[in-house]
């Protein structure tokens, strides 16, 4: 078969632009009602998504003046959609900084049994000193130590989920033997960070574990991707930059001893559709037209780390910025944003509005057919294996992709046209299913 | 309206008697099924129970041989029978103990917005070194120690529940305004256990917060109770023993300066029907036949904490036991094993016996107008405002109670014969939706 793109549907409130709560359409309270979810999951498993995602962070995050604040927790969420659909995968944000190995593997396991094997974990070591004081900590760990402890995270995971052999329910009713002690292995583990003893308590489950993806793409991230992901979400502006990006990570994937075609990479593209383009134009312009600026200036400076009441609205950014060594946030955004003002010598305000859709990553407006040539040209020049799509506005920019793009990419024999028998989210981005580290069998062939 | 009972199905594995997946009906991989707890829930809901309710310990517990382990996550499955149900309440177990406030707090909101305000919480401290050790502990902490951190752990998610006032979202779109930041209240605690600063990032949900449960009878469990709870499971063997802690319980209320009718006592029962009494012994008889005792014993030296090998199958428990207040597990349960196999002379294979059915809790052998007669005697005298329906076998016995139970409570006029319009758990409760402590509007009237 050949090569195909995996879309993946990121689900955030109204939609990925900032302003898209107060379009006349969309509902301020939509982001926390369980309908409007079920209805976009629903969408995207008619445009054949390989999955849905959430992102997440466990703080209230800025002001609510500004716009829908709050979410609800993702891994829920993710469960309740699960009964509401039958083959999207479930991909779910879950910090390795505030959360404990068991009760997350053992989560993760629960989802995954109950949604025959759709689960994903989107692995962050979230950034910021507001989370940070929600548990216990005074300021953030260090970007460094946030990563160590994540990695740390991983393996006492992986030692969980394979802490039951695949084939350790006997279920003997006459002998009165319901399972093999000697199938269980539990971790035993002892680390920096965890002291985790028993074995989980959830059978293995059908991928064997969830689907592991990153989204961090500093010099950390990227090593921890090259290590344990199977799919990575990454902002990326132009073509070279992804290609760039692409070669790099694939390359550290095998340099890592892992087959570099077991890792998708997955840029995120903001879709701002019409049916001509002057038509995608005065669309986007019209959410830009609803950006409350003092509000984006507020968020500039903090993802900046600048003291308030520091930009100046058509001021261009300072010139004597930190690098991004010295941020121990989000420090591939950061890097991101301060290159895109620069290569475009972008005011403080066309920088806002250019981040208003996409957060930084690539929004792009056009006709279904120069959407389809845009995703096209990334993914047969080398720089995407599929996307993130992030409509500007939900439920109807996540439609209209389905009933508009997804038709063309079917019609280039680049995209699924339907999901055919039962699969798990493992098997729909073409991947194994990991062998169990403490089986004495044979793994079994894929 | 005539007080009704509250009826809860406590929902385990292939039923609450260990030798139920013996059974030729059972099959030993459902405890670990989705479809087994959907058809469950909707048994449940075609009898008007209240609620369904999952225990759980973050533990391995015992051997795998001796009969069905592990179980999937009580919140992740709870949230994915929400949408597989309309009206039934739905109170997952989670530890304060091995939990972070935040994080619990913001899941449970999740899942009352997500299920119309059907969630309830079993506050349990979670008793056992087994489950420490999986979180970073040696030892499991001492009783008065894990309750200390339960309260702080209390006070902190209810401050977390309230840091949003009902009407803190204002959708304003005209004004660009989402949100109003005066009705945020962060919770900015600092305590003994617990450092959370920041408001919840989930608005407040429809009950306000889960229903608080527990479960707990030692000392300072009812102490918490009275404290904060609005229903508590208990284990009682005997119609006296029930109505003194009724009664104990509802005193100690009113004393905590609430309202005794607000705390909402259910008796676990295990109903083993028959369609005469011999034909109920005789079903109680073949499960007994099915247990293994060597593992009874197992399981018997490990709540006493004796050493292995202490107890004779023939002989009776040893006259030296500690008494309660040197135990650090679950108190309670302790004592009311030790005066069980006292108060009747039982050798510990007729305990094991006893035990098998409902670890601790009534059963109840007998015709459905039998089953029906005992339940309203203790609703009657005192003893209950409801059950804890624990049926020996699942499905079939849940079936059983539904179909021939239920009809003769309703036709008694002690059980709802439909549930009407949708309600929160609260309100199925009889409880008043909780105040907001930060808020500055009058209560709304309940």
Same mark, same amino acid.
């Given at each position: 078969?050949?090569?195909?793109?995996?879309?993946?549907?990121?689900?955030?409130?109204? =939609?990925?632009?900032?302003?898209?709560?107060?379009?006349?359409?969309?509902?301020?309270?939509?982001?926390?009602?369980?309908?409007?979810?079920?209805?976009?999951?629903?969408?995207?498993?008619?445009?054949?998504?390989?999955?849905?995602?959430?992102?997440?962070?466990?703080?209230?995050? =800025?002001?609510?003046?500004?716009?829908?604040?709050? &979410?609800?927790?993702?891994?829920?969420?993710?469960?309740?959609?699960?009964?509401?659909?039958?083959?999207?995968?479930?991909?779910?944000?879950?910090?390795?900084?505030?959360?404990?190995?068991?009760?997350?593997? +053992?989560?993760?396991?629960?989802?995954?049994?109950?949604?025959?094997?759709?689960? =994903?974990?989107?692995?962050?070591?979230?950034?910021?000193?507001?989370?940070? +004081?929600?548990?216990?900590?005074?300021?953030?760990?260090?970007?460094?130590?946030?990563?160590?402890?994540?990695?740390?995270?991983?393996?006492?995971?992986?030692?969980?989920?394979?802490?039951?052999?695949?084939?350790?329910?006997?279920?003997?009713?006459?002998?009165?033997?319901?399972?093999?002690?000697?199938?269980?292995?539990?971790?035993?583990?002892?680390?920096?960070?965890?002291?985790?003893? =028993?074995?989980?308590?959830?059978? +293995?489950?059908?991928?064997?574990?969830?689907?592991?993806?990153?989204?961090?793409?500093?010099?950390?991230?990227?090593?921890? &991707?090259?290590?344990?992901?199977?799919?990575?979400?990454?902002?990326?502006?132009?073509?070279?930059?992804?290609?760039?990006?692409?070669?790099?990570?694939?390359?550290?994937?095998?340099?890592?001893?892992?087959?570099?075609?077991?890792?998708?990479?997955?840029?995120?593209?903001?879709?701002?559709?019409?049916?001509? $383009?002057?038509?995608?134009? &005065?669309?986007?312009?019209?959410?830009?037209?609803?950006?409350?600026?003092?509000?984006?200036?507020?968020?500039?400076?903090?993802?900046?780390? @600048?003291? $308030?009441?520091?930009?100046?609205?058509?001021?261009?950014?300072?010139?004597?910025?930190?690098?991004?060594?010295?941020?121990?946030?989000?420090?591939?955004?950061?890097?991101?944003?301060?290159?895109?003002?620069?290569? $475009?010598?972008?005011?403080?305000?066309?920088?806002?509005?250019?981040?208003?859709?996409?957060?930084?990553?690539?929004?792009?407006?056009?006709?279904?057919?120069?959407?389809?040539?845009?995703?096209?040209?990334?993914?047969?020049?080398?720089? &995407?294996?599929?996307?993130?799509?992030?409509?500007?506005?939900?439920?109807?920019?996540?439609?209209?992709?389905?009933?508009?793009?997804?038709?063309?990419?079917?019609?280039?024999?680049? @995209?699924?046209?339907?999901?055919?028998?039962?699969?798990?989210? +493992?098997?729909?981005?073409?991947?194994?299913?990991?062998?169990?580290?403490?089986?004495?069998?044979?793994?079994?062939?894929?």
């Amino acid at each position: 078969m050949p090569r195909q793109l995996h879309l993946n549907a990121f689900l955030m409130n109204t =939609g990925h632009h900032e302003a898209s709560w107060r379009l006349p359409e969309s509902d301020p309270y939509a982001h926390v009602e369980l309908d409007h979810y079920v209805r976009l999951a629903q969408v995207a498993e008619r445009g054949t998504f390989d999955s849905l995602f959430l992102a997440d962070g466990p703080q209230l995050w =800025g002001t609510l003046a500004q716009r829908p604040a709050g &979410a609800l927790e993702p891994l829920t969420l993710l469960t309740a959609l699960a009964t509401a659909t039958e083959h999207i995968g479930l991909i779910a944000t879950a910090s390795t900084s505030y959360n404990s190995p068991y009760n997350l593997a +053992r989560k993760f396991a629960s989802l995954d049994i109950i949604s025959g094997g759709r689960a =994903g974990w989107n692995i962050v070591t979230t950034a910021g000193a507001e989370a940070a +004081r929600n548990f216990g900590l005074d300021a953030e760990p260090a970007h460094a130590e946030r990563y160590a402890r994540a990695a740390e995270f991983l393996d006492v995971a992986l030692k969980l989920w394979d802490s039951w052999e695949d084939d350790a329910i006997v279920g003997d009713k006459a002998a009165g033997v319901w399972g093999d002690d000697a199938k269980i292995h539990p971790p035993r583990h002892k680390g920096a960070y965890f002291s985790v003893e =028993g074995a989980l308590n959830v059978p +293995r489950s059908p991928q064997g574990y969830p689907l592991l993806v990153q989204a961090g793409s500093s010099e950390d991230g990227r090593a921890f &991707a090259a290590r344990y992901a199977e799919a990575v979400f990454t902002a990326q502006q132009t073509l070279p930059d992804a290609q760039a990006f692409y070669a790099d990570l694939k390359s550290r994937t095998a340099a890592a001893g892992r087959d570099p075609g077991h890792i998708k990479v997955l840029p995120g593209i903001v879709p701002v559709i019409g049916s001509t $383009e002057a038509e995608a134009r &005065a669309n986007e312009q019209a959410l830009e037209d609803h950006i409350v600026y003092t509000h984006g200036v507020d968020r500039l400076e903090r993802l900046l780390q @600048l003291p $308030e009441g520091s930009l100046e609205l058509d001021g261009e950014l300072p010139t004597d910025l930190p690098p991004e060594d010295a941020i121990e946030g989000a420090k591939s955004r950061y890097t991101l944003v301060v290159e895109l003002a620069r290569r $475009e010598r972008l005011t403080v305000r066309q920088l806002i509005g250019r981040l208003g859709g996409g957060r930084g990553h690539l929004t792009f407006a056009g006709t279904p057919e120069q959407v389809a040539d845009a995703i096209e040209e990334w993914f047969t020049q080398g720089a &995407a294996d599929g996307f993130n799509i992030m409509p500007a506005v939900l439920p109807s920019g996540l439609e209209t992709f389905v009933e508009q793009v997804v038709p063309i990419l079917r019609a280039r024999g680049l @995209l699924r046209t339907e999901y055919g028998s039962r699969q798990t989210l +493992r098997e729909r981005y073409g991947l194994p299913r990991p062998a169990n580290q403490y089986s004495t069998q044979e793994p079994a062939l894929v």
